[in-house]
Nanobody, 116 residues
Framework: QVQLVESGGGLVQAGGSLRLSCVAP????????MAWFRQAPGKEREFVAL????????TYADSVKGRFTISRDNAKNMVYLQMNSLKPEDTAVYFC?????????WGQGTQVTVSS
């Protein structure tokens, strides 16, 4: 079982920035594709960004493209989500997910609140 732990959430004004972090302890972290999802109150969980195990390829939801950047440091078992130009509609609980083959692991989430 892989335990993912997110951190870095908080309250920020519109236009501000936050950096989320996710640590995934274990020797096989560098074989996992890592992604960020978010879930706003009353809404379905939605995809935000993905980075492949090698770090060479990233994918973003249209709603965050150009504002968010996903990155990883395999030596530290960390994945990051740099969020710039935040908007009130980015308010959600953000979840980290690690996937290897058909198996996925989730963190408990970190709250991001953007005030207008």
């Amino acid at each position: 079982q892989v335990q993912l732990v997110e951190s870095g959430g908080g309250l920020v004004q519109a236009g501000g920035s936050l950096r989320l972090s996710c640590v995934a302890p274990g020797r096989t972290f560098n074989t996992y594709n890592m992604a960020w999802f978010r879930q706003a109150p009353g809404k379905e969980r939605e995809f935000v960004a993905l980075i492949l195990w090698s770090g060479g390829s990233t994918t973003y939801a249209d709603s965050v493209k150009g504002r968010f950047t996903i990155s990883r440091d395999n030596a530290k078992n960390m994945v990051y989500l740099q969020m710039n130009s935040l908007k009130p509609e980015d308010t959600a609980v953000y979840f980290c997910r690690g996937t290897y083959g058909t198996t996925s692991y989730w963190g408990q989430g970190t709250q991001v609140t953007v005030s207008s």
